[in-house]
T-cell receptor, first 112, second 112 residues
Framework: DVKVTQSSRYLVKRTGEKVFLECVQDMDHENMFWYRQDPGLGLRLIYFSYDVKMKEKGDIPEGYSVSREKKERFSLILESASTNQTSMYLC???????????FGPGTRLLVL | QKEVEQDPGPLSVPEGAIVSLNCTYS??????FMWYRQYSRKGPELLMYTYSSGNKEDGRFTAQVDKSSKYISLFIRDSQPSDSATYLC????????????FGGGTRVLVKP
């Protein structure tokens, strides 16, 4: 079974803090994704990565950056957290041979 | 207008009824179609995956794709309270990186 894990299930941070969200997959997938999910807005793609050290902006990259130093690990960074970044953050991975994505359990981030 | 439209619900049905869910889309390049189930405060899990037009059945679940009408459906037979969740449709043109476009999700409640 594909397993995608995320470092925290719940996180509370203060405005202006730097926040790191980590995602690890154990299936040697090339492609990894970060989404945020908000009521009424659905899943929105923040960033994705085709391979190690490669990254592409998604639909809403502003205020975020990413890092992919190892194939299995994809980090989302909030350089200076703001209250409008309070959300559910979901990581996903896939390989080029399949068209579906496998999701982690999500991190609920609250920025105060 | 969103690329993928999905009625947010909630859709409330009695236990044992057939649940009927659907999505419409505008991008004729979409070829790969998925349904995900998401329980409250959890990550989405893949339910069904179909390529191009046609039907696919897996246990109590049937997915249908009508590319000519740009319409996809998911049917759940003999619904159970454990089917209560949000159902997300997703689709892809199959381009590099396997980016998915999601519907907003339909919340389903199966009442005992």
């Amino acid at each position: 079974d594909v397993k995608v894990t995320q470092s925290s299930r719940y996180l509370v941070k203060r405005t202006g803090e730097k926040v790191f969200l980590e995602c690890v997959q154990d299936m040697d997938h090339e492609n990894m994704f970060w989404y945020r999910q908000d009521p009424g807005l659905g899943l929105r793609l923040i960033y994705f990565s085709y391979d190690v050290k490669m990254k592409e902006k998604g639909d809403i990259p502003e205020g975020y950056s990413v890092s992919r130093e190892k194939k299995e690990r994809f980090s989302l960074i909030l350089e200076s957290a703001s209250t409008n970044q309070t959300s559910m953050y979901l990581c996903a991975s896939t390989t080029g041979q399949i068209k579906t994505q496998y999701f982690g359990p999500g991190t609920r981030l609250l920025v105060l | 207008q969103k690329e993928v439209e999905q009625d947010p619900g909630p859709l409330s049905v009695p236990e044992g009824a057939i649940v009927s869910l659907n999505c419409t889309y505008s991008n004729s390049a979409f070829q790969y179609f998925m349904w995900y189930r998401q329980y409250s405060r959890k990550g989405p899990e893949l339910l069904m995956y179909t390529y191009s037009s046609g039907n696919k059945e897996d246990g109590r679940f049937t997915a249908q794709v009508d590319k000519s009408s740009k319409y996809i459906s998911l049917f759940i037979r003999d619904s159970q309270p454990s089917d209560s969740a949000t159902y997300l449709c997703a689709m892809s043109a199959g381009a590099a990186g396997n980016k998915l476009t999601f519907g907003g999700g339909t919340r389903v409640l199966v009442k005992p």
